[in-house]
């Protein structure tokens, strides 16, 4: 793509943020062509998405969880490339990551339940006290009933047998 034409997406990605209309936002999270970039913006808030409510956020991160992109892995095609790895696979830190560093409460638990569900794994430092801090369940009749239990399973699913 040109410069112009890198300028006009921006352009258009920037002012579906600011509007914040939640059909163009799910437009965009659904949108599985876009930069590596946008997506980890978006996912860190950072950039165009630096300003976005915390509702807005939520959304977007829900609807990329449906987004293709997210459980794709990644295909160098016979051709390696480094670069095109790496930025690959930084939308999948940036996800994961999420983790360790949301407000550890039931809300965040369901949108991370939706983004990481079918996000390819990788590896956490700290899983430990990531599990920890989404011990949550104020419910303890039915704990396993909750977002945060759903989440700290697929959480759980990062853990590698010696």
Known sequence: MSDAGTRATAGVIASAVRRGNGSELNALALNSHLDSFVYEAMIERKGVFAEITDRNHRLLL??????ARISTPYSDDGHRNGWSDY???RVFSAAWSLAGTLPADEEWAGVLNILLGKACPLPLKDLETILAGWRIEEDSANPMLS???????????????D
């Open 62 to 67: 829900a609807c990329l969880g449906n987004n």
């Open 87 to 89: 930025k690959y696979h």
């Open 147 to 161: 977002s945060a239990f759903s989440l700290r399973t697929r959480l759980g699913d990062l853990i590698y047998g």
